[in-house]
């Protein structure tokens, strides 16, 4: 098999949740448990640092790995979904997995994969940890899919493990409330591991506490340590002041990444960065400051606030649940234009209500869907928006959607394009991203 047949098979042949849903997930460890095995547990040869949580989860395990490799670490990432290429699942210091090892990956190993049939995230998990143990890795930041409990992920034991908040998401697998959702997310936490919780929610905080009490692991929160303010905005960076309890810190920071809510994440990364020294680790002031500044450049990191045009702006992101939607509401509030287009496609398990009603009135609507089974249909999307106010029209491709817009936006207008990851996915190919 090429490359192209080679994904093409483990699209097919293996349950992917970005795909279809809760039909791929798998409620216990049993297969991750036996792939580690068969593989020899790769996870055990270097050291892992495992973050979970509703929404932040992605960035701070970009900007994290962006540091240590400044730091001169050898840095293996693993994240999920994929934007463009399967390959972008899996990279050490910024350069994904060749597609010569993904195919030796699955030719090699083709038979035990149909005789045991994982899922696609359980098999893809067993290909990033046996190849950061492959080429020999420092260490690897681990992001979670689901959860945290029984996500494949978390058969590792992490030498730091960071959740870094809980919102409404995947109720239908981790519960409906937001106590339930954090016992999931706490899953992640280990026997005598610090813990690092990103942002202190009082309703839920006793989740955490009693599980790392029960664990006898040291538990931090971030926001209570740092705070970080936006001092200054310039076309691609903010400048941002930094404090540490009542104590100035960092001043002039650039951050690259253009979401307001990074903030959040950039105090849940420096408190991590303090805790990995504290664990042995050599990271100074300067690998965090360039780590950060070059975050995009060290792991090629899309999607969040992106900036893909300027008259009229294009603006994407993949906020895409309740919490997600309520931040890049915030922000479009924050940003000039005369007229707004908002690009929007959802999943189908979504809580759609929920999302919908934190949209704003005044814009123009190209309701969409993205090219997977999981996309709720664009004329649905559209009836169900126009019960909140939202008033446009339904395309059946991204593409459509997209390409409506540019024609209809004036110079000063924005363009903004979300509701999916897979929305933001096609678009992001669409203009060449």
Known sequence: MNYNETVQFLFEQLPMYQRTGTAAYKNN???????????????????????????????????????????GYSTGLYTSPHLHDFRERIKINGTMISEENVISFVSENKQFIEQMKPSFFEMTVAMAFNHFATQKVDVAVIETGLGGRLDSTNIITPVLSIITNIGFDHTDLLGDTLEKIAFEKAGIIKPKIPVLIGQLQEDIFHVFYEKAKTSDSPLYVADEIYHAEIKGIADDFKTVDVYKGNEFYFSGLKLTLMGDYQLKNLQTILKAVDILNDTGFDIKPEDVLSGIKNVIKNTDFKGRWQILSKSPTIICDTGHNEDGIHEVVSQLEKTDFECLHIVFGVVKDKDLKGILKLLPCNAIYYFTKANIPRSLNELSLKDNAEKFGLSGNAYKSVKEAVGDAQKKAEINDLIFIGGSTFVVAEALSLLHF
Not at 39 to 67: C, D, E, M, R
């Open 29 to 71: 460890l049993d297969n991750s448990l036996s792939l580690d095995k068969y593989f020899n547990h790769p996870h055990k040869k270097y050291n892992t640092i495992h973050v979970a949580g509703t929404n932040g989860k992605g960035s701070v395990s970009h900007i994290l790995a962006s540091i240590l490799q400044e730091a």
